[in-house]
Every structure is written in C-alpha cells, then in structure tokens.
C-alpha cells in the first residue's frame, strides 16, 4: 500500500476531522438501518394488512394527537412513515449503489484502456464522454427512460423500471469515471515504473490491473463517494419526476413527491421527515467525499 | 486565428450532425410512427400507402438526408400526442425556458464568482468555512427539494410570491417575456433562485479550486516576490489565470441549467421546453423528444462556441503562435 | 549591506517541530555574489525564503538578525516587508517556464514593477524598461516588449525574469536555482549576465545551487551548508581548492571532474549513505548466479543505422492536420561488446529519445537495429516474448517513479525472474533477490519493505538491482544520476562502473553532464536537434573535440578545478 505512513496519515487526520466522523456515523447508520429494514422496520409497508385507514394522517409522537406506536406519524393510507422511509431508503440506496457499481466497471474499464492505448480508440471514448458530458445526467436519465417505454410493452416495462432506471442511471455517471481514470492513467502511463513493466514485455492486462489500478485508487474512490451521492440524487429526482419508481413500491423521492400534496396542508411531516431523510443521508456521503478529497489532494487543503 | 475559428465551427457542424442522427435513430427505431399516427380504423393498404407518402419506405441515409433538411428549414414535423406542429410548439415555450435559464446563469455568476474568490483568498476564515458548508449542503439538497422550500417559505408561509405558473407576460412579436412588468418578476424569482443556487455552489467551488492552485504557482510567487501590490496579484494576474479553465466549465454548465430547468419547471409547473419534454416522455412523444434533444444541443454547440471565441481573447497563447 | 546574524528556522508540523536552518551566518557586500551549495536538505532555500520573508505558513524564524543596511527585515511589518521586496530584495526562480504570468505582455509585467515601487510615468517606466532589456541582452526590445512570455525561448525568458528582478535597480537578488532548469550553454550566457550586473551595477547576489561547478564560475564567497548548518564559508577558491572541514573535501572528490578520468571516485564516509559493505558474503550468490547466465564472455554489440524518429504532434481538432517534428534524423552508432557509450546532448537533442527506440517504447519511422549480430525489432514488431526483452534493460532517470510505490520492494526485485522463466522456485527467487540487494550495497531486509522507505540514493541502488535480475547483456542508462545529489550520484557512478565491468555488460549511457560522461564511457557520441555531430573514443574526445558544437559544449560546461583561469 501507499504505505503505513499514508494510512496512519489517513487515520490521524480522520481523528482530527469532526465533521468527518460525525458524516461517516450518520452515513453507516442510515445505510445499516435502511439495509436491515425488514428486520427492524415496525411495519412493513408495502403489505396491505399491516395498515388500516383508521391510523391515517397521524401526526409523529411528539405531536399533540401522536401515537407511540407510530414514531414519525402515518400517512393518509395509515401506513408509518419511519417504515415507509426505511423501506424506500433501502430502495433508493439499492439502485444507487447498482448504478454506481455498474458506472464503476464500465468507466474504469473504459478509462483505463483509453488512457492505456491511447490513440483511435481513446479519441473514439472520450468523444463519447464529450457528448455524454454535454448532455446532463438527468437528461441522459430521462431520455434512457422515454426510449425504453417506446421500446418495450407496457408490461414489460413496469417489470424492467428498477433495472431501466439503475441503467439510466450508470450511463450518465460512468464518464465521471472514465474520465478520472484516463486522466489518471495519462499520468500513470508516463511515469518510469509502468515504462520498466512495458519495456520487459509484461502483459498490457497486467500493467494496467497489477501496476497502474492499485496506484489511481484514491482519485477513482473520490469518484465513487461523490457519484453515489449523484445516483441518490438523481433517483430521488427522477421519481419525483414521475419517471422514477411507481407508488406502490415507494424509493425517498417518490415519497417526497407523494409528499408535495401536504404542502399546504397541515400534515407536514409527510413532505418534509423523508425530505429531511434524504438531505441528511446525501450530504453526509459529500462530506466524506470532500474529507477523502482533501486526503488525496494535500494540496487543496 | 480564422483557422481556429474555422476549425470550430466544423467541429460544431459535424456534432450537430452527430446528434441529429441520434435524433433521427430515435424517431426511427422507437415505436413505428404509421401505428402511433393512425387509429386501429385505417386499413393495412392506408398504412402502406401512408408510409409511401411519408417516405418511410426509403434507404434510411435517404430518410436521414430528408430529415436534416426538414430540421434546417425549420419543419420539425408533428407530435403524435397533439398533432400540432412541434416548431410551433417548442416557439411557444422556448423564451420561458430562456429565461428562465439565463437569470439563474446570471445569479449563479454574480454570486458564485466573488464567493469562490474570497474563499479561495482567505481559505480559513470563519466565512469562509461555513460558505463551504453552505455549498456542501448546497450540492446535496435536491434542486426540487430547494424548490418545494422556496415555495414553502416565500409562497405559503409568506405568501409574498406566486407558487407557481408564469403570469404577466408581455407579448413582443412572437416572444413572451416576463421580463417588462412587476408580476412578470414576481413568478421569475422563486423558479430563477432555485435553478440557479445549485449551479451557484458548482460555480464557487469551482473558481475556489482554480483560484487556490493558481495562487501558489510560481508566477504569482514571483510577483510577491517583486512587491506587486496585492491587489494587482488577486484581481489582475490570478484572476485572469483563474478564469481561462473556469470558462469552460461555465460553457458546460449550461447544460446543467437547462437538465435542472426540467426538474424547476416541473415544480414550478413553468411552461417552458422542460415540461414540454416531460410531457411528450410521459406520453412517449418520440418526435418531440428528438427534436428537443437537436434544439439543446444546438444551443450547447452556439454557447460552446462563444466560449472558444472568448479563449481567443484572452488567452495570448492561442492568439499569437509566432516567436518574438 | 546584507547582514544574517545566527539565523534560526523552524518548521511545525503536525509531528512537532523541526529545525531546517540554524545558526547560519553570512554577509553579502555590495556588487558581491555569494554562493550558499549543498546538498538536499541542507537549508538553502530556506535562508533565501527568510531573507525574502517568505516563508511558508509552517515556518517561522526563531532566532537570529536579518539586517539589509540600517532595516531590521525581521521587525518589518508584513505591509512594509511587502513594500521592500521588489523594491530593495527582488528574487530569482528556478524555472523560467512557469516564472512569467502567460497572459500579460512582458512589457506590461515589468512596467508594473517599476510602477508598483517608483512615481513614474507609465511612458518612463516602458523606457526603462526597454533599456533595460537591451543591457540584458534582448535586442529589438521595442519591439519584442510587446510580446507575451510562450513566445522566447528558455534561456531568453530567464533574461525577462531577471530584468524583472532587475527594474526596480534592488541592492539584493537571491537568485535560487536560477540556472538548473537550463542547458549548459545558456547556463553560461545567464551565469555570465549575473557577474557583469554585480560587477557594473553593484547588485549583491545570494546564489543558492546544488551545484558546485556553478559556484566556482561566478562565485565571490561561498558557505557550504548540511543539514541547515554552515560547514564552511569563505572565498570561493580558497574554499574550493583548499576546504578544511571533512565535508567540503568528500564533496569535492564526489565532483566529477572534467579534465581527466578517476577509476572510481575514493569517498570519505562523511558524504553520501551507508551502505553494506559486510555484505560480500551475501552477494556471493547473487553473483554467482550472474555469472553463470552471463557468462565471462562480454555483453552483445549495438548496431544502430540510420535510425529517424518523427514525433506527430497534437492533432489539431479532429480533423486537422498534425505537425510533425523530427526528434532524431538519420543516426548511426555502434555501441562495442562490453564497453560503455555516453551519449551527451542538450535537451532536445534526442538523446533520450534514441534510448527508448533501443527500449523499444518509441517507434522509429525508418532504420534498423542490430544486437550481437541478430536483427533487433522496432516497437511495433518486438513481439512481448522476444529473447531481447530480457537481454536488454534499462535504469531510469527519476528513482521516484521507476519503482511501483505499490509493490514491496521483493515484489518488484521478483518480478524479473518469473516472467523470464529464470527462476521457477518462490523460495530460491526470494534468496536471489535478498543475495542481490546485498550485492548492490543494500540490506537483504530491504525486500521487505516498500520504495517510499528508501532514499534516491537506494532506490537507484535497487532499479539496477532489477536490471541485473534478468541477466542482461546490454543496460540503458537513461540519466541515472541527474536527480541525485552529488554525492550520492558518485556512489551509484562506483556501482554502476563496478557492475559494468564486473559483468561486461555493454553499456549505453546517457547523460547532459560531460564530466559525469567522462567518468564513464569508453566511446562517445554527441547529439544536437537529432543529428549525429561526432562519435568516436572518449578519451581523444575529451582533450581535442573534432566538432565546433562538442568544442562550445566543453566550453560552456562549468570546471571546478582552479588549476586554469577562472572567468
């Protein structure tokens, strides 16, 4: 490794750095409770029988009128809200984190044999990313989405939706990664130690596996924080867009857009618990994105 | 210098045709247009005559010829939702969505540009620190969450602003504009702040970053080294290097305003181009939503441009080649 | 004028504090160069960045007097010391490249200079300026003014930054490095510049290099710093031809001199690193083992004939068309078994370039390679499992890149031996690698570590261990010594000598340093812009050059013997 030095390094300023270890408790909290939902959800929301209409609309505990069997209140169905919001956390870490995996091995992959030969063949992706960059993600999301409707049946479209939108997803992240590691390999490349392996004849897989992945980890893994807080984003956003998940199996964003018809209504914690969810979730993974940013680029600090 | 210009503009043509084929593919390939044009009543022999008629029956580099010429003269050919001309339609949402888009570059700017400065020169002051806390969170909220907060406070709460639509519009020519009267302004504001505080975040962190690693490059230390005033090191010799790449970026980040402009236009239930194409995904409008693509990346292609153009004059290495 | 009185600087890290400069006085007269060398570490730089109070942020002067005639530079305040830089103190950076703002014209950078420290008109200011330009050796400066910095070459924008330094008439300039970053020959034109602006306009200089050969070209007072401590100060010759302190004198047997050839360099244990001496009985094995691939027969013979490079520059756009520059035209030399070519030129010159088309990392457009007789093929065509891959290996420039900071150091020493097929066994591959560390002058536990733990120095050390664990016949040197300090460039100079003849390998070295060449080969050629200008045996070479542009080139390279008149 980058060595004990680096690590320790890593470790004494994570001590240092409050507002770190305060983004990675909230953040391992929220994915550990939004992973074992089913387990340590109260109710599971998305079966019929748990809820009844009586309970509907209940305000969250600490409100006048609240029940303590609902901790963050019910929704005009009855069905509890800390449930739904950890059922559809799970969801929407769930495609965020398969986006992000499949944006990962594409644009790695990509990146790193564009950077490696360059050439032809770098000019043919990077032009790709070019146009990829010039359309924004949501774009990109949206148009992935209306093709695949006109593509495929009905049917068979609500059966894909989670893998449409996992898609839709990964293809307007993957050239965040493809374009830092071909940046990083154009570095890489150049240097000594990947010219010595060259020169004696190595495999080109195994330079660019054994030598030069293990030396842009840090950059990629930057990458990988920041986007997974994109993909969160984005899903959320496409949902509540319409395009997103349907009702009956509700992500964070569909949630808030369920929400939005409280707005001016009382009931506000429909709206804005999952809406405050979201917010914190997303802005703890960007802090520990930035602090793993300033890590491997002192300079900036 | 022309050659560069020249060179540019090709390079603009041959994207433009890049994505009108992607368009073009789009409208061909996705769902057949005789079934989405007619009814379950026309008969097989109406189907084949109309798709004669239409020339679908061509080589498809013919069709695609067909295609680009009908764009370049502006027939941009029907929606199957509305059956209306889509040129029309689009010229009807088009300055909403421009403006729309343009007060929130332009607050992105103003705003952005000194924060990412006065960061970048005092990195430890307490302001400093919690305008990077504020963007931190600033890039994490969702733009529609910030729009639904907005409409919250000033709109319910307050109920100082319109929560939503696009009211007291001038008609001048064909161009609706909410830019002449007070109510015009009024509807403007909570679409334009939410639009343009996510592009203000990427902005001033933007400029911060360039800012702090041109500050420590050696030709800003030899000029503290000679005693150059410090006003002149900030403002004259960083913040000209600070800019060059921060051009580009901005170029880019048009494409930001008009992605997001979807999102804001949607909550804002503003009726500009995005919830034009919102509207015709939902429906699955194939023609609308390739034409919308060509219209945005023609506008990325102009805007691109402009930027090149502004490269040339500032930066001497790309104006002046010969040695002295 | 200058005055450094017991000079103290601290630097706080996070791991405590340490202390980079202390105790270090010095004076500077008026019209005087005064020269600070040493080694890396030694504090140089930051006694110019105090005098220039400029410090990083970590740093601090923790005690000692810095007095410019009657001002006391360290009770300045940070206004008024911005006030004195430029005005009284200007500097000199190393790198003329990245010293000049790109987007201003000189004109405009020197005229608001002058304005920044002096009421003056903007019209006498450019006229100064243009003045000023002229003495320093610009011509058509009323013109070239106008000019933005990308359009002078290297050693002209140096003469930009010193008239820059040089338009508010300073008493002091700490020049730092002004001339590394420079070919020899205008070296030698900016080198000439400073004595003749100290000797006419009476401008001090603190003259801060690593090198010594700078030091006795321009040189009035010298102190000689290790480890932020003075080792020994006085006048240049004196200092030079007679050092007193240990130091001083291991220093200046470790500089390779150009007038005559040394076997190898005696080193004191003063100067340099520690390296294993008792490990003769541990390197038994290593040498064995080369010895029996090798043979005792000497390394291949090089064949190269009419070799062209032609570099396709940046695309212009998509579709525009390329500029093609030609880095080496038409060069033919013949390196002989078991002997050593130094290849020397300045940057630029293709030296490098000729390297890696042996190496096979840059493919030539036309010519033809031969190695001990057998058709050698260009990149393109030397297929990953040609025989050549092993027999020919090559030592890097830059010991801190050419070894993976991922790898542990057994890992990389390894890596030869299974991918030739030369050792199938873990366990007597793992012994090889130790018994070749030892061999090379480094610990057998070194296997265990990673390369980050180990000096320039060592890592060189084990670059050429990596070279030798394929049983080669011919190494490439590529610079192996310009990025060491001078003292431990003769250590890896002693052990690449040792193992040259030790094995006879046939040997391609590649240096811009003639002395370090001289030390070296026993054949040589010179490049220029790609041409072959001369090749032929070393020694001849050396006393009478047959080439104007090899005779400008020993010219212009600095001596550090006394024993001829000194400019």
Redesign the interface.
């Known amino acids: 490794?980058?060595?004990k030095?680096r690590e320790s390094e890593a470790l004494?300023l994570f001590r240092r750095s409050p507002a770190a270890m305060l983004a990675a408790l909230i953040a391992v909290v929220i994915i550990t409770a939004a992973v074992l939902a089913p387990w340590i959800a109260p109710t599971n929301p998305y079966d019929l029988s748990s809820f009844s209409l009586i309970d509907g609309l209940l305000p969250p505990v600490w409100q006048d009128g609240g029940d303590p069997r609902f901790l963050l209140g019910t929704d005009d169905q009855g069905r509890d809200m800390l449930s739904s919001i950890l059922y559809g956390a799970r969801l929407s870490l769930a495609i965020a984190g398969m986006a992000m995996a499949v944006a990962l091995v594409l644009g790695v992959g990509l990146g790193l044999a564009a950077g490696y030969f360059g050439g032809r063949f770098d000019?043919i992706v990077m032009?790709i990313a070019d146009?990829q960059?010039?359309?924004?993600?949501?774009?990109t999301a949206?148009?992935i989405?209306?093709?695949s409707?006109?593509?495929l049946p009905r049917e068979l479209h609500d059966d894909l939706r989670l893998g449409v939108i996992t898609l839709a997803i990964a293809l307007s992240l993957w050239v965040n990664f493809a374009r830092t590691a071909r940046a990083s390999v154009f570095v890489e490349r150049s240097?000594?130690?990947v010219?010595?392996?060259?020169?004696?004849?190595?495999?080109p897989l195994r330079i660019m596996l054994r030598?030069i992945l293990?030396?842009i980890l840090g950059p990629l893994l930057v990458i990988a924080t920041v986007d997974l807080?994109s993909a969160i984003?984005l899903e959320?956003?496409l949902s509540?867009?319409?395009?997103g998940l349907p009702a009956d199996s509700p992500s964070l964003?569909t949630l808030?857009r369920i929400g939005?018809q409280y707005?001016?209504s009382g009931e506000w914690w429909i709206?804005w618990i999952p809406?405050i969810f979201?917010?914190v979730l997303?802005?703890s993974?960007?802090?520990l994105g930035?602090f793993l940013r300033d890590l491997f680029n002192p300079?900036?600090r | 210098m022309a050659v560069f210009i020249l060179k540019r503009l090709i390079q603009s043509v041959f994207v433009m045709l890049a994505v009108a084929f992607l368009a073009f593919s789009l409208f061909s390939f996705v769902g057949d247009p005789i079934s989405q044009m007619t009814g379950v009543e026309t008969s097989l022999e109406d189907q084949a005559r109309l798709r004669e008629e239409l020339g679908l029956n061509d080589p498809f580099i013919v069709q695609f010829a067909r295609f680009t010429g009908d764009m370049l003269q502006g027939n941009f050919g029907y929606s199957y939702r509305t059956r209306e001309p889509i040129g029309a339609m689009l010229l009807d949402r088009l300055p909403a969505t421009l403006e729309l888009g343009t007060v929130a570059l332009i607050i992105s700017l103003i705003a952005g540009i000194p924060a990412g400065i006065y960061t970048a020169l005092n990195p430890r002051g307490v302001l400093s620190q919690s305008m990077l806390i504020a963007t931190l969170i600033g890039v994490s909220i969702p733009t529609f969450v910030i729009g639904i907060l907005l409409i919250f406070l000033f709109g319910v709460q307050l109920g100082w602003l319109p929560t939503f639509g696009r009211s007291g519009t001038v008609e001048i020519g064909w161009w609706r504009s909410s830019l002449f009267t007070v109510d015009g302004w009024r509807s403007l504001v909570l679409p334009g702040l939410t639009l343009g505080l996510f592009q203000l975040t990427l902005t001033m962190r933007l400029v911060r970053a360039q800012m702090m690693e041109v500050m420590r490059t050696d030709h800003i230390r030899f000029a503290i080294a000679r005693g150059i005033p410090w006003r002149s090191i900030r403002y004259r010799h960083a913040l000209s290097n600070t800019m060059i790449p921060v051009i580009t970026v901005i170029g880019l980040q048009f494409g930001g305003v008009i992605a997001f402009s979807i999102v804001t236009e949607s909550v804002f239930q503003w009726p500009g181009m995005g919830l034009l194409f919102l509207e015709s995904i939902r429906f699955v409008d194939i023609p609308v939503m390739s034409v919308y693509l060509v219209v945005i990346a023609f506008f990325f292609v102009v805007i691109n441009l402009l930027v090149d153009l502004l490269y040339l004059l500032i930066d001497p290495r790309l104006r002046v080649r010969e040695a002295a | 004028m200058l005055t450094v009185e017991d000079l103290t600087v601290r630097f706080h890290h996070r791991s405590g504090a340490a202390t980079a400069v202390e105790g270090v006085s010095l004076t500077v007269g008026q019209g005087e160069i005064h020269g600070l060398v040493g080694e890396s570490g030694a504090g140089k730089s930051t006694i110019g960045a105090s005098i220039m109070g400029l410090l990083p942020a970590a740093g601090e002067i923790a005690s000692g007097r810095l007095m410019l005639g009657e001002t006391d530079l360290r009770a300045l305040t940070a206004s008024e010391a911005h006030q004195i830089r430029g005005k009284r103190i200007s500097m000199i950076f190393q790198d003329p490249q990245t010293s000049l703002n790109p987007l201003m014209t000189i004109g405009d950078q020197l005229i608001e200079t002058i304005q920044a420290h002096e009421e003056i008109s903007t019209d006498a200011a450019r006229a100064r300026a243009i003045a000023l330009l002229e003495e320093i050796g610009i011509t058509d400066a009323t013109r070239r003014i106008r000019a933005y910095p990308h359009q002078f070459s290297g050693g002209m924008r140096q003469r930009v930054v010193i008239a820059l330094a040089l338009c508010t008439n300073p008493e002091l300039i700490v020049a730092d490095e002004p001339t590394t970053a420079l070919d020899v020959s205008v070296q030698a034109q900016v080198l000439k510049l400073l004595r003749s602006l100290a000797r006419d306009r009476g401008v001090g200089f603190i003259l801060i290099t690593h090198d010594i050969g700078v030091i006795a070209q321009v040189a009035d007072r010298v102190t000689v710093l290790r480890g932020g401590r003075i080792v020994e100060q006085g006048e240049t010759r004196q200092v030079l031809t007679a050092p007193e302190a240990p130091y001083t004198q291991a220093l200046m047997a470790a500089v390779p001199p150009l007038d005559h050839r040394l076997d190898r360099f005696h080193l004191p244990v003063v100067v340099g690193e520690e390296t294993e001496t008792a490990g003769a009985e541990a390197a038994r094995e290593a040498e064995d083992w080369l010895r029996e691939g090798i043979g005792s027969a000497a390394g291949p013979e090089l064949e190269l004939s009419g070799i062209t490079v032609r570099f396709h520059g940046e695309r212009q756009g998509f579709f525009g068309a390329r500029e093609s520059f030609t880095a080496l035209d038409d060069v033919s030399l013949t390196v002989r078994p078991g002997t050593v070519m130094g290849l020397v030129g300045e940057s630029g010159s293709g030296k490098s370039t000729l390297a890696k088309v042996v190496a096979a990392l840059v493919q030539p457009s036309s010519g033809e390679m031969r190695l001990g007789g057998a058709q050698l093929p260009f990149m393109r065509t030397r297929h990953r499992h040609h025989p050549s891959r092993r027999l020919l290996q090559m030592v890097f420039q830059d010991p801190f890149s050419s070894l993976n900071a991922r790898h542990r150091i057994a890992t990389i020493l390894g890596e030869p031996l299974w991918l030739y097929g030369l050792e199938t066994d873990r366990t007597r591959r793992d012994r090889l690698v130790r018994s070749m560390l030892a061999l090379v002058g480094l610990p057998p536990e070194a296997a265990d570590r990673y390369p980050h733990q180990f000096s320039g120095g060592q890592r060189q050390r084990i670059a050429v261990a990596r070279a030798l664990l394929s049983r080669p016949g011919l190494l490439i040197c590529d610079e192996p010594t310009s990025a060491l300090d001078v003292s431990i460039q003769a250590q890896i100079l002693n052990l690449l000598k040792d193992m040259q003849s030790r094995f006879g390998l046939t040997t391609l070295f590649i240096s811009h340093d003639l002395a370090v060449v001289r030390q070296m080969s026993d054949d040589i050629a010179v490049l220029q812009g790609g041409k072959l200008v001369e090749t032929g045996p070393s020694e001849p070479f050396f006393t009478r050059p047959a080439a104007g542009y090899s005779q400008d080139l020993l010219a212009n390279t600095p001596r550090v013997r006394f024993d001829r008149s000194v400019a």
Do not use: S
Not at chain 1, 133 to 139: D, R, S, T, Y
Not at chain 1, 195 to 203: C, L, P, R
Not at chain 1, 240 to 243: A, D, I, P, S
């Open positions: 490794m980058l060595a030095i004494w000019a032009r146009i960059l010039a359309l924004p993600a949501i774009l949206l148009l989405d209306g093709i409707r006109g593509i240097k000594d130690y010219q010595a392996a060259i020169m004696m004849g190595q495999h030598h293990p030396n807080a984003l959320a956003t509540f867009l319409g395009v964003g808030i939005m707005l001016l709206l809406t979201l917010v997303v802005v993974i960007n802090l930035d300079g900036l």
